[in-house]
């Protein structure tokens, strides 16, 4: 499978998931209010521009017209991810602190981990970066 098959079918599942995400956000905000760090004013407000943000974000990514649409809302999911850690940390924090401890370890670690790379796969299948694969300066490409 190509590199170009790869990222197509990758930004479709990131389309999708965020899609998903900006329609959970809209019509069941509840949990997502609950991990909230309390700092966030207007959380309500906060959420639905989230979803509305996500929602955006997922139509850009998977229009078929234009490069430089489906660049810029790479970027924006990127932001959007970096935006919402602190309610990740918060989510994490709040759950250990349950005697049952919620989600656990097993959830919130990859989770944890899986932020970073949510970044960095929005800026990739958006085409806004070619990192790690760019042929160094100088090179082809070719071997």
Known sequence: MTKARIRTILRWVLGLFYGLAGVIHLT?????LMIIPPWVPWPETVVALT?????????????PFDARVRQWAGWGLALYAICVFPANINHFAMDMQKPDHGFGLGYHV???FAQPLLVWLALWVSSAIEWPWRP??????RS
């Not at 069941?28 to 997502?32: E, G, K, Q």
């Not at 160094?136 to 490409?141: L, P, R, V």
């Open 28 to 32: 069941a905000p509840r949990p997502i």
């Open 51 to 63: 979803g509305v943000a996500e929602l955006l974000g997922a139509a850009g990514l998977v229009q």
């Open 110 to 112: 990859p989770r944890m």
């Open 136 to 141: 160094a300066k100088g090179s082809t490409g």
